[in-house]
């Protein structure tokens, strides 16, 4: 069965930065992408970033990219998201999801329960 | 960046069949998914490669994608199916999901 627990989430105030984390299991992590996904309450999805399978290729949405960075532990099963320079507006709840195959430019087939963020003073 | 668009929200009665478009420029040209996300859940895959069904989906979910329009349809629409659907496609760099679709069975 595949798992993805999320962590790393809480209250942060603005310009600070926030490292999460996914720990995957259930699957041959090294095979597949990785991705971050963010909802903000009440809003719809948004994706944030994805990861290829060796960390060879790497994708961020417009909002985030300069700020946050992805990166993977293969031999860990671990996934990260690192977020400096943090707005209001990133306050939202935090999914990983395991990518469908080893691109990240392709869909999403199991996500995590998210871990929280709240960027506030 | 590539967009989709989805309508806000759909309404259907019971028993019923509910359809859900995504629209994106030549989206057809493009695999397009299907989430399903219930209140205080976690998105599930519902459909992919735009007509295919996970194990466990049930068959009253199908979808298609030709031209500019992705359609997620319900058939026979039942009470627990009600929740927010999104759709999602990828580009060369980015993955890309539209702004959802809250279906009300009712």
């Known amino acids: 069965e595949v798992q993805l627990v999320e962590s790393g989430g809480g209250l942060v105030q603005p310009g600070r930065s926030l490292r999460l984390s996914c720990a995957a299991s259930g699957f041959t992590f090294d095979d597949y992408a990785m991705h971050w996904v963010r909802q903000a309450p009440g809003k719809g999805l948004e994706w944030v970033s994805g990861?290829?399978?060796?960390?060879?290729?790497?994708g961020y949405a417009d909002s985030v990219k300069g700020r946050f960075t992805i990166s993977r532990d293969n031999a860990k099963n671990s996934l990260y998201l690192q977020m400096n320079s943090l707005r209001a507006e990133d306050t939202a709840l935090y999914f990983c999801a395991k990518g469908y195959s080893g691109s990240y430019t392709h869909l999403l087939d199991y996500w995590g329960q998210g871990t929280l963020v709240t960027v506030s003073s | 960046s590539y967009e989709l668009t989805q309508p806000p929200s759909v309404s259907v009665s019971p028993g019923q069949t509910a359809s859900i478009t995504c629209s994106g420029d030549?989206?057809?040209?493009?695999?397009a998914c299907w989430y399903q996300q219930k209140p205080g859940q976690s998105p599930v895959l519902v459909i992919y490669q735009d007509s295919k069904r996970p194990s466990g989906i049930p068959e009253r979910f199908s979808g298609s994608n030709s031209g500019n329009t992705a359609i997620l349809t319900i058939s026979g629409t039942q009470a627990m199916d009600e929740a927010d659907y999104y759709c999602?496609?990828?580009?060369?760099?980015?993955?890309?999901f539209g702004g959802g679709t809250k279906l009300t069975v009712l």
């Open positions: 990861i290829n399978w060796n960390s060879g290729s790497i």
């Open positions: 999602q496609a990828w580009d060369s760099s980015h993955v890309v």
């Open positions: 030549r989206l057809g040209e493009r695999y």
